[in-house]
Each structure stands twice: as structure tokens, then as C-alpha cells.
């Protein structure tokens, strides 16, 4: 039979296989494919009992999520799954890869599970603003107990297959086996409960929800609460689970079926799916073929162990990629490679990390004063000071040492790619690797091209950010490249709202109400004050705020003060030297009316409006500007940037789907607007202008990338 799902007869033992590469999603024609199949089945009488598995690297990983936002076509995946259940012969699921979402949804229609051992099962729909929609809620707590299975859908993280196995989901699993072996040792396991007199069905299995205390779901709620940030799927995963508990099974399907379309209904679910796609799309480099191979990086280096560089050390070889790092003295050396003993001992003491793990990464870890060690890297990553002429020197130093094919990078924050790369041989093969700090935690790596970087180098560059569980998007040489030059804005305009009348515990509130994980004052103590302040002072003597308005003289006063944050103890705010809790500080509020007084200001009242339409209309605004230049390879990843890299909430999309979502033409007023009352510190924009006029989106425009500028 053709098409995405096959039969055969193994001996008395039918075997059904999806094959919908990559990841056996459950497009209409798979879901047709599986019922027909199933008849197929249950119509040879030689088959005794069905087996269903996915070919290639994995089960079946859920929904075909390109089909949401469609009409649903038949036939329904409810209605495949209650046909597996109702099956008059055994169905066996074999397990592997990554059974996720709708494809757990299917192995538990199936009376019985197998699986690999190295399987992850999981319900991960929460991630996407939805919840399990077909039986996953009241199939996994009969399976399991509510409590697994609350922590498990609201989460939306998977288990491995030993847990699976120990709380009821599989019966079997079978050490690391290939695909081949794990479906003989199904067949033998058909075999075996063949003999069985009944087959259960997940559905008719009551005894893990019997006598279950309500207090369960109320902790539930308790526990998620503070993670929300205005997001109502969660909630909605608690009460279609607490369904399982409450109603039976018929009512609890349709409870959940109800809570399923508000869910998928929802703007929420929209943006989520919104930021899963655009993390994949980032991977596509324009005038890249895909097949085009990319370069091995077995063996990485690293020249700096401070902050950022053991950052980086430490997610490479998370990932087990070997790391040589080198400092000048043994005494930088012994200092940066304590901090990074320190950081994964406090990950062990959590139970977040084996000791054996531990003990495994360090051994990749190997501190040097030798840089010959970087005749043998296939990537250089500098992370020393941020001073342009410190780099040359060092990047001179690299070429003259780097083999043929190396990838030379910089970790830099903002400083010319190009400059950088002029200091070697190799322009071609110089690049940019922004990591966020603490780099071992943040998601987001900006990959920054130089004029004349090779694609090849950001495709390669792409692939590493995959593997070492970093989320990559493509940024131009500008200033600030993208994620700070945008931010740059929106902080500007939170310093010319505090000193126009706002407070920074209004604009913060503001923010963080709306569903920035931290507001902009908040973050800038997180991040060090000093460190715009280092950036502010540069600016300065390059005459950059010439013609500008400066906006950061309350900021410049604290610094002056020391109050560099909450490595300080204060800031913007004053911090609890226990909890780090931030409070407000009355010393902060008579620096910026001295401001105000110095600068003739009369503070007036500021609306939450105004100080939202500002701050991302900043962010909108600097965002379409780089677009329009053509440093960004499209929208979508300025929205990745912002989502992976500032706490800007992923079920809100990002800036860029937020004008979309407004639309253009609304958000183009308003900007104008603000220029009219501040033209100095509202840049124009022609794609905004443009988009209004003709009423486009943002999501349609494509950058001319075909030759990056050099930096102006
Ligand atoms: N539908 C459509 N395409 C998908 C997909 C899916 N579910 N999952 C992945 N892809 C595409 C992805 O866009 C990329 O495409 C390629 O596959 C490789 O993905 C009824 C309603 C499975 C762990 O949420 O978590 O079931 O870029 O780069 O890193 O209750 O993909 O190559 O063109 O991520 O190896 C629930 C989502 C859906 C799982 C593999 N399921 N996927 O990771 O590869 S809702 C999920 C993942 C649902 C039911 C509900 C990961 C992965 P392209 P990749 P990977």
C-alpha cells in the first residue's frame, strides 16, 4: 500500500509503521493511513495481534502542527485512537525516539507499550498554548496517577522510558537497541500476552484515580501560578486533568475537547506556534543550499576565562565537545576554572547533575597558557575584554596559529566584525558568536556576519548552536548587532519615560504585567549599570549622541554613586542582601527629581499605555530599521532574538509578530506620533512608512541580505 503508513505480517503478528519524515507527525494522511491500516489488521486473520510503530528516528511526535489554524480534515485523531483502543485484537505500540504530544496520545489508545530504552515520552502541547486534545488528560492519569501526569502535561516536559516504565506507561523496555531489535523483542512480547485473558484499556482503568484528594490540583494551580506571566493554558491543562478525576471518561473527553478549542483558539497558542516555527526557520541561511556540508567542530578553543569565556566552555563540552581554554597567567587560569568547578558542583548538590557528569565535563575541560593548542581547534571563540585593540591583537595572534578551515570567532557585544576580521588573513573565515550572559544558561547566541563571512560558517555555526542547546539567529555587523541595538532603544525610552514623570517601578510593573519576564530597570541591575554606562562613556568620545537626546543622566548618577545593580546591593532599586528582592528606594526618587530640575523638566502623569506603546514601539521601530539594511535574514528571527535573549514572553510572540498582530498601520501612528512630540529620539523608519501605506505585514518583508554592509 502506498502512502505514509504500511502494514505487514510478522509471523501471527501484524506490524503497522508510519513513515512521515522527520518526525512521523500525524498529518490527515497519517491518521487515515492508521486506521486503514488497522483495518487491514484486524481483517487478516493471521495477524493475532497489531503492533504499531514509527520508522526512521522516532514514534510518532505529535499533531502535524502545520495543519492547526486549517480546517480539521477527517479522519479526527480522537477517533483514530478510540479505534486502537476498541481494537478486538491486542495493539502494542514499540517506542522510540521522541513519542511526543499526539504520538503518546496514540501509544495510549494502545492496550500496551514498549520501548527503547533511551525513548522520552512526553505531552508537550503546553509549550504551544495548547493541551493534550486527544485523551492524552484522561488517558496519562489512568496510566500513571494525576499527580505524574499534572507535573508531566503542565510542564510539558518529557520522561525517560526507565520512569515510564516504573510509573505504569510501558511495560517493557529494552537497553540502546536498534529500531530492528526493539520491534523482534515487540513481536515476543505480543506473543507472550497473547495468553493474557484480557487486554486493558487505558480508559477503563480507574485504579490510580480513585480516592484522589482535590488538594492535588490546588497545588497544582499554586505551583505554576507565579510562571504564568498572563498565560491561561496551563490552568486549562489543570482542570481538563482534574476532569479525568471528577467525570468519566465520556464527560471528561468532552471537558477536555471544550478546553482544547479555547486553547487552540487562542492568541496565546497562535504566538507559541508562532516561536516554534521561527526557531526552525532561523536554521535557513538565504542563498545557502542545504546540502552544502558544513564544517566538523570535534575540538573547540577558547581564549579568555572570565565570566563569559568559562560560560562558553561550559556549553561546549555540556554538549561533549572538548575545549581547550587559554588565559595569560595560571593565576586567571586557576581562578575562571574554580568558578566553573564551583558552578557545576552547585548543579550536582541541586540533583541536576550527576557527579559522573560532572566529572566527565571537566575532563573536556583542559586551562592552558600554551596557545598552540589552537593549531588543533576547528573553532577559536575569543572572550576576552571588550576593547577593540586587545582583540586585533589576539585575532592576529590566531591567524598566525589556526589551521586551514578554522572558524575564528569573537564573542564581542557590539564591536565591528569587520575591524576585527581586517586584523588576519582570513577575513572570510572571521565571525561573530554573541553569547548571552551567563552563557552557560542563556539560550540565545547571535551569529554575527562580517561583510565577507562565508555562509558556509553560519550554516556550520547554526548546527553547533543546535548541538550545544543554544537557540542561533543570523545578526548583522551594525552596532549592537540586533538583540542590543533594538534594546538600546527600549531603554532609552524607559529613561526619558522615568524622567518625564514616570517611576521605574511603574514602567517595570508595566513591563512585567504584560509579560516581560523582568522590566527594564529590573534588568539593568540584574545586568550591571556599569555596563551601559562602559558603553555610554564610548559612545561619548565617538560623538555618538550628537544630534540625539541623551537620556541617561539619572543612570549615569547612580553609577557615579556605585550603584551598579544588584551586584551592589542597589540601583534603580535597593535589593535585600538575602533574597535579592528588590525594593523601592527613596534616594533613587530624589536623583531623578534632581534631574528633572537640571534639565527643566515638570514631571507629569504618565499613562501604562504610553509607557507600553513607547517601549515596544522603540523596540518595533529599530527592529524594522534593521530589516530595511538588511541585518536581519527576516522578521521572524528579530522575534526569536527577543524571545530567547530578553525575557520577552514566547506567548506573546515577539516584537515583530506584536506590530502584525496590531498591525502595521496602528503601530506606524503611533510611532509617528511619539516622533512628532521627540523627533531626536525616534530614528525613521522608510519599511514602517512603507508597510503602512500598503497595509503589509512585517512577516512578508524580505531583507536584501545578498551584501552585507560594512559597518557605518
Ligand atoms: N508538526 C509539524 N512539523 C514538526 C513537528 C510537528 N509536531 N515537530 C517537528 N516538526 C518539524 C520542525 O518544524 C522541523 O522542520 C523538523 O520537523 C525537525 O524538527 C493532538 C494537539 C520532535 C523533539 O510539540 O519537540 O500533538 O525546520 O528541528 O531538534 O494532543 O521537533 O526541518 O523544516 O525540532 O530533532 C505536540 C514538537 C504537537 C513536538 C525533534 N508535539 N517537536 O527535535 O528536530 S501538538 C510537539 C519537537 C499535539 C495533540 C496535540 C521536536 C522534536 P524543518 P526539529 P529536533
Given at each position: 500500500m502506498s502512502g505514509p503508513v504500511t502494514y505487514e505480517l510478522r509471523e501471527n503478528i501484524g506490524i503497522i509503521t508510519v513513515n512521515n519524515p522527520p518526525v512521523n507527525a500525524l498529518s490527515q494522511a497519517v491518521r487515515a493511513g492508521l486506521s486503514e491500516c488497522l483495518k487491514e489488521a484486524l481483517n487478516d486473520s493471521s495477524a493475532e495481534a497489531v503492533i504499531v510503530t514509527g520508522g526512521g528516528r522516532t514514534f510518532m511526535a505529535g499533531a502535524d502542527i502545520s495543519e492547526f489554524g486549517k480546517p480539521t480534515m477527517d479522519p479526527d485523531l480522537n477517533s483514530v485512537i478510540f479505534e486502537y483502543e476498541d481494537s478486538n485484537k491486542p495493539t502494542i505500540a514499540a517506542l522510540h525516539g521522541t513519542p511526543l504530544g499526539g504520538g503518546l496520545e496514540v501509544s495510549m489508545g494502545c492496550q500496551y507499550r514498549v520501548a527503547n530504552s533511551k525513548t522520552l515520552l512526553g505531552l508537550p502541547e503546553v509549550k504551544l498554548g495548547l493541551l493534550p486534545g486527544a485523551g492524552g488528560t484522561q488517558r496519562l492519569p489512568r496510566l500513571v496517577g494525576p499527580e505524574l501526569a499534572l507535573e508531566m502535561i503542565t510542564s510539558g516536559n518529557p520522561i525517560p522510558a526507565e520512569k515510564a516504565m516504573e510509573e505504569g506507561l510501558v511495560s517493557e523496555i529494552y537497553n540502546n537497541v536498534s529500531h530492528e531489535e526493539l520491534i523482534d523483542n515487540a513481536i515476543i512480547f505480543a506473543k507472550k500476552i497473547l495468553t493474557n485473558n484480557t487486554h486493558p484499556k487505558s480508559r477503563e482503568r480507574t485504579e490510580k484515580i480513585?480516592?484522589?484528594?482535590p488538594d492535588i490540583f490546588d497545588n497544582a494551580i499554586k505551583k505554576i501560578t507565579p510562571r504564568l506571566r498572563g498565560r491561561k493554558g496551563p490552568l486549562r491543562c489543570i482542570e481538563a486533568v482534574r476532569g479525568a478525576v471528577d467525570l468519566n471518561f465520556e464527560e471528561g473527553i468532552k471537558n477536555e475537547r471544550d478546553l482544547f478549542k479555547l486553547c487552540h483558539d487562542s492568541d496565546e497558542s497562535e504566538a507559541l506556534i508562532h516561536s516554534f516555527f521561527s526557531e526552525r526557520m532561523a536554521n535557513k541561511i538565504p542563498g545557502m543550499d542545504k546540502d552544502t556540508p558544513l564544517r566538523p567542530i570535534n575540538k573547540a578553543v577558547v581564549i579568555g576565562c572570565g565570566t563569559m569565556g568559562g560560560g562558553i566552555a561550559m556549553s561546549f563540552v555540556n554538549s561533549g565537545i572538548p575545549v581547550s581554554i587559554i588565559e595569560t597567567t595560571s593565576e586567571f587560569l586557576d581562578k575562571g576554572m574554580n568558578i566553573i568547578k564551583n558552578n557545576y558542583a552547585a548543579t550536582v548538590s541541586k540533583g541536576r547533575l550527576s557527579q559522573k557528569n560532572m566529572d566527565k565535563r571537566m575532563s573536556l575541560l583542559t586551562p592552558t597558557l600554551d596557545w598552540d593548542v589552537i593549531k588543533e581547534a576547528d573553532i577559536v571563540i575569543e572572550a576576552v575584554f571588550e576593547e577593540m585593540e586587545i582583540k586585533k591583537e589576539i585575532f592576529t595572534k590566531i591567524d598566525n596559529l589556526a589551521k586551514e578551515g578554522a572558524i575564528l570567532a569573537s564573542n564581542t557585544s557590539t564591536l565591528d566584525i569587520d575591524e576585527i576580521a581586517d586584523a588576519t588573513n582570513r577575513p572570510e573565515e572571521v565571525v561573530g558568536t554573541h553569547f548571552f550572559s551567563p552563557a552557560n544558561v542563556m539560550k540565545l547566541l547571535e551569529i554575527v556576519r562580517g561583510s565577507r563571512t562565508k555562509l558556509d560558517i553560519l550554516a556550520t555555526l547554526m548546527s553547533l548552536a543546535k548541538k550545544i542547546k543554544k537557540v542561533g539567529i543570523i545578526a548583522g555587523n551594525c552596532d549592537g548587532f540586533v538583540g542590543n541595538r533594538m534594546f538600546h532603544q527600549y531603554v532609552m525610552q524607559a529613561h526619558l519615560l522615568v524622567e518625564e514623570g514616570a517611576t521605574p517601578e511603574q514602567v517595570d510593573s508595566v513591563a512585567e504585567n504584560w509579560g516581560w519576564a523582568m522590566g527594564p530597570f529590573a534588568v539593568n541591575d540584574l545586568a550591571g549599570n556599569d555596563v551601559g554606562w562602559l558603553i555610554r562613556k564610548r559612545h561619548k568620545a565617538e560623538n555618538y549622541y550628537e544630534g540625539k537626546k541623551y537620556a541617561s543622566d539619572v543612570a549615569d548618577r547612580l553609577c557615579e554613586l556605585g550603584r551598579f545593580g544588584q551586584k551592589a546591593g542597589k540601583g534603580f532599586y535597593k535589593y535585600d542582601p538575602k533574597t535579592r528582592k528588590r525594593e523601592s528606594d527613596p534616594e533613587v526618587h530624589k536623583i531623578i527629581e534632581d534631574v528633572r530640575r537640571e534639565k527643566g523638566v515638570n514631571p507629569r502623569e504618565i499613562s501604562d499605555d504610553e509607557i507600553l506603546s513607547r517601549l515596544h514601539g522603540a523596540l518595533i521601530n529599530e527592529g524594522t530599521r534593521i530589516l530595511e539594511e538588511g541585518h536581519a535574514f527576516r522578521a521572524s528571527d528579530i522575534d526569536v532574538c527577543y524571545v530567547n535573549g530578553?525575557?520577552?514572553a514566547a506567548h506573546r510572540g515577539g516584537p515583530m509578530w506584536q506590530a502584525d498582530k496590531i498591525g502595521v498601520n496602528k503601530v506606524a501612528k503611533e510611532i509617528n506620533n511619539h516622533r512628532n512630540a521627540d523627533n531626536l529620539s525616534w530614528p525613521e523608519s522608510k519599511l514602517i512608512n512603507q508597510l503602512e501605506e500598503s497595509n503589509g505585514k512585517l512577516s512578508e518583508f524580505i531583507p536584501d541580505t545578498s551584501n552585507p554592509s560594512k559597518r557605518s
Open positions: 480513585s480516592n484522589i484528594s530578553y525575557g520577552f
